[in-house]
Structure formats: structure tokens, C-alpha cells
């Protein structure tokens, strides 16, 4: 190789270096989000909610801002009080209901204590978790799933840990109806879903119980 050529290649190798470490790698899953800080207290009226607190089926296209989603995630069931004491009731303090959001970029399950999402899938799960086609044309879409695994130990009986579940994901999505009625985020309880396409999609055992589903965005008016 010619001297000048040599110099052209040096000068050039530092340029590519830099534009392939830009590139997406191939394949690469989401990453985690750490979200932004729960809202303020006294930031909205509960009677004010109460009375803006409806089902939405029709969302407009843009995205919901992070600060909105992380509000929700919060309200939903975030840690509101010392020892990792949450904002939805539970039996005895047990976290057996975990939250899930699948998006455009992929899924990722709520780690209250961080108060963060964990990425845990790739794209493509939103528009499979229903037949209803409106929850795959939200922003984003909360899935409430029960871990058996995390119930008391003296529930022994599937239908109690059911009725529990139950319980506790009415609480959860009430806390997720009352914030985004203050929010002006529209959603709505979907209880119609693809237990299994969940399952497979966000690579849980096959006891887990898939509950509901709550899509979120801004109401197309």
C-alpha cells in the first residue's frame, strides 16, 4: 500500500470508528427508563377527577410524554410511604400484581422501588394483546398480571388468591383511572386479552395470571 494511502486510511479509521458505534446495533432490544419524579403533592383536585373519570376508546397518534406515564405508573401502585408501602392496598402487604407497559419500542415491566421500567421484550407485543383493535392504537398499555409465587403462603386455594387478585387490581386500576382523569390522559379497563400471547410475549412461567389490560393516551376528540 502506497504511503498516501496508508495516511488516508489513518485519518479515516478514527471517523468510521465513531459513526459505527452510533449505528443501533442489529436486534437490540429497548433499554430501561428511569422515569421522572413522582408529581407533586395536592397537584390535582380528587373531586375534579372523580367527575372526569371515563373510559376512552379513541386516541389521538402522538405519544405520551414521560412525565404523564410516569405520573400514572406512580398513581398506579408506586411506593408512597416508608418500608416500600404502595398506593393500592394489598393481603398483607404482599406485592403479588405486577405492571407491565408495552409500547412501540418494546415492554417493560414497573419496579416501584426504583420507581424505573425494566426492559424485559422486544417490539411487537401492543397490538397482540387483545382482539380489540383500539388497545393496540394507544401510546402505551399497562398489563396487570398475578404472580402466584407472591401471594401469603396460607392462601392455599387458586380461588382465593384469584379473589385477591382481583381485589388488588381493582385498586390499581382505579389509581390508574383517577390520574389520567387528572392528567387528561384517556383509558380504559380491557379484561378481554390474550392470556397466552401475554405469557409468550413478556417471557412469563406458565402459572402467571394475566388479569388486564388498560391502554393509554391522549383522547382523540
Known amino acids: 500500500m502506497k504511503t498516501e494511502q496508508r495516511q488516508w486510511f489513518s485519518r479515516l479509521a478514527p471517523i468510521l470508528a465513531v459513526a459505527l458505534m452510533a449505528l443501533p446495533a ?55 410511604r416508608d418500608y416500600g408501602r404502595r398506593t393500592a392496598p394489598s393481603a398483607f402487604g404482599n ?8 409500547g412501540d419500542e418494546g415492554a417493560w ?15 411487537g407485543l401492543k397490538g397482540r394483546l387483545t382482539g380489540q383493535r383500539f388497545v393496540g392504537r394507544a401510546s402505551h398499555v399497562l398489563v396487570f398480571v398475578a404472580d402466584p ?30 390520574m389520567a382523569a387528572a392528567r387528561g390522559i384517556g383509558t380504559c379497563l380491557v379484561a378481554g386479552l390474550d392470556g397466552d400471547a401475554i405469557r409468550k410475549g413478556l417471557g412469563l412461567p406458565a402459572d402467571a395470571i394475566p388479569l ?10
Not at 45 to 66: C, F, G, H, I, Q
Not at 95 to 102: D, G, H, P, Q
Not at 212 to 221: A, N, R, T, W
Open 26 to 80: 442489529s436486534g437490540a432490544g429497548p433499554k430501561d427508563i428511569v422515569l421522572p419524579k413522582r408529581p407533586a403533592a395536592a397537584q390535582a383536585d380528587l373531586v375534579k377527577a372523580l367527575e372526569n373519570r371515563k373510559s376512552v376508546r379513541d386516541y389521538r397518534k402522538d405519544r405520551l410524554v414521560m412525565e404523564d406515564l410516569s405520573a400514572v405508573l406512580w398513581a398506579a401502585n408506586g411506593v408512597n
Open 95 to 102: 406485592e403479588y400484581i405486577e405492571l407491565y407497559v408495552a
Open 109 to 123: 415491566r414497573y419496579d416501584a422501588s426504583a420507581h424505573r421500567l425494566k426492559a424485559v421484550a422486544p417490539a
Open 149 to 178: 409465587g407472591k401471594f401469603p403462603g396460607f392462601f392455599t386455594s387458586s380461588e382465593e388468591r384469584l379473589r385477591w387478585a382481583h381485589a388488588t387490581a381493582g385498586a390499581i386500576a382505579q389509581n390508574v383511572y383517577l
Open 212 to 221: 388486564y389490560v388498560m391502554p393509554l393516551g391522549y383522547e382523540e376528540k
